[in-house]
């Protein structure tokens, strides 16, 4: 079924450095591909999505591109803020497309 | 707009207890998923409800079960309780009719269920 692969952490950077998370996707067809966020205490926020091949998603600015020839969507920030620090997932939708499936989250820490 | 609310947020239950959670999704969303969050297995699926029918459902022992409301109101219900039922219960509304590629799931903050 479809499922996704990411990186897995804890990744720990300074403040301003560049970020990059890993996640490859297994799928039937050519599905939507999201990036979550989840904070300290709290449930998962949308972070960014793509819902074809080689759209970028964008957000707060984290970028990631749905490559259909690597079947990937790397997790892109330029300069990271101690605010960044949190678990990031990768997820799509099931086969059924009612459910997503994530993958097992990378802990981000950001130092000052 | 509300967002989706989860209660009670904390549980502490003993072997053998059975639970109640509740879900009050985001007003006009038809759909609410459940999810299990553990350190061990990550986030997993539960079920999906829309309009008071289930959809799908994961991969859990008959013990979990689901109901959703007439008025988008979800419970999800675990009997028997285990040790290995100690997870943070995650419950996403959305729109609902498409399915999860093309309507975006909204999370609740979750209920952090402890069986001891």
């Known amino acids: 079924g479809n499922s996704v692969t990411q990186m897995e952490g804890p990744v720990t950077l300074s403040e301003e450095a560049f970020l990059t998370i890993n996640c490859t996707y297994t799928a039937t067809g050519y599905p939507s591909l999201f990036w979550y966020v989840q904070y300290p205490g709290e449930g998962l926020q949308l972070l960014l999505k793509a819902t074809k091949a080689d759209d970028k998603g964008s957000n707060k600015g984290f970028e990631a591109t749905y490559r259909k020839e690597t079947t990937s969507f790397h997790l892109e920030k330029g300069s990271v803020q101690v605010s960044d620090s949190a678990v990031y997932f990768c997820?799509?939708?099931?086969?059924?497309?009612?459910?997503?499936?994530f993958g097992k989250g990378t802990s981000l820490l950001v130092t000052p | 707009k509300a967002g989706v609310t989860q209660t009670p947020r904390y549980l502490i239950k003993t072997r053998g207890q059975q639970v109640t959670l509740s879900c009050s999704p985001i007003?006009?969303?038809?759909?609410v998923s459940w999810y299990q969050q553990t350190p061990g297995q990550g986030l997993q699926f539960l079920f999906e409800y829309f309009s008071e029918t289930q959809r799908n459902k994961g991969n859990f022992p008959g013990r979990f079960s689901g109901r959703q409301f007439s008025n988008s109101r979800s419970e999800m219900n675990v009997s028997t309780l285990e040790l290995g039922d100690s997870a943070l219960y995650l419950c996403a509304s959305s729109l609902g009719a498409s399915g999860a590629h093309y309507n975006e799931q909204f999370f609740g903050p979750g209920t952090r269920l402890t069986v001891l």
């Open positions: 997820a799509l939708p099931s086969n059924s497309g009612y459910a997503l499936n």
């Open positions: 007003s006009g969303h038809r759909s």
